[in-house]
């Protein structure tokens, strides 16, 4: 089975405070993800990386940016955390296919993220 | 631009019931892929099927059964004899082929199975 691991469930920060996200998964996924779920909003495309040190802008990067030095792991981060950037934070990863196709994504259990 | 619309917010049943979840999408591509994820309580994103839009067969997988019509473009999710368990809420996404990255998810379905 795919694992997908977030390294928190919850996490309260404070303004300002510089915010890492971690996410790890154990299936050799090329593509690997960050989603923001929002109610009424649904999932929002962050960034995605599709190989190791390579990174792509999703639908919504401003105020984010992140790292992938290893396959497995991608890293976001907020670098002045805001209030509105209190969300619910979903990692996912997919086989990089090689060709015109698309594989299914799979999630972690998200990071419910509080900016106070 | 491609799209994926849920026109059902919230659905609920008594349990025992069928329903079906609709989604119906958007896309100038002609290869493409349609994927359903449920999302309990817990919250994690669970993958229930992939579909891609050379492949029109019906799946039926259990109690859970896909009706995918390129004519009408549409790709709906039955669940048959529901149960409390399938209390989440079900997205339909759609990817065109273009290597993976580029999915699109619906609003999503909440759907509450009363027992």
């Known amino acids: 089975d795919v694992k997908v691991t977030q390294s928190s469930r919850y996490l309260v920060k404070r303004t300002g405070e510089k915010v890492f996200l971690e996410c790890v998964q154990d299936?050799?996924?090329?593509?690997m993800f960050w989603y923001r779920q929002d109610p009424g909003l649904g999932l929002r495309l962050i960034y995605f990386?599709?190989?190791?040190?390579?990174?792509e802008k999703g639908d919504i990067p401003e105020g984010y940016s992140v790292s992938r030095e290893k396959k497995e792991r991608f890293s976001l981060i907020l670098e002045s955390a805001s209030t509105n950037q209190t969300s619910m934070y979903l990692c996912?990863?997919?086989?990089?296919?090689?060709?015109?196709?698309?594989?299914?994504?799979?999630f972690g259990p998200g990071t419910r993220l509080t900016v106070t | 631009a491609q799209k994926v619309t849920q026109a059902q917010t919230e659905i609920s049943v008594v349990e025992k019931e069928d329903v079906t979840l609709d989604c119906v999408y958007e896309?100038?591509?002609?290869?493409?892929?349609l994927f359903w994820y449920k999302q309990p309580p817990s919250g994690e994103l669970v993958f229930l099927i992939r579909?891609?839009?050379?492949?029109?067969q019906n799946e039926i997988s259990g109690r859970y059964s896909w009706n995918f019509q390129k004519s009408t473009s549409s790709f709906n999710f039955t669940i048959t004899a529901s149960q409390v368990v399938d209390s989440a809420v079900y997205f339909c996404?759609?990817?065109?082929?273009?290597?993976?990255?580029?999915?699109?998810f619906g609003p999503g379905t909440r759907l509450s199975v009363l027992p």
């Open positions: 299936m050799d996924h090329e593509n």
């Open positions: 996912a990863s997919s086989l990089y296919p090689g060709s015109s196709a698309s594989y299914e994504q799979y």
């Open positions: 896309t100038r591509d002609t290869t493409y892929y």
């Open positions: 990386s599709y190989d190791v040190k390579m990174k």
């Open positions: 579909r891609n839009s050379f492949d029109e």
């Open positions: 996404a759609l990817s065109e082929g273009n290597y993976g990255q580029n999915f699109v």
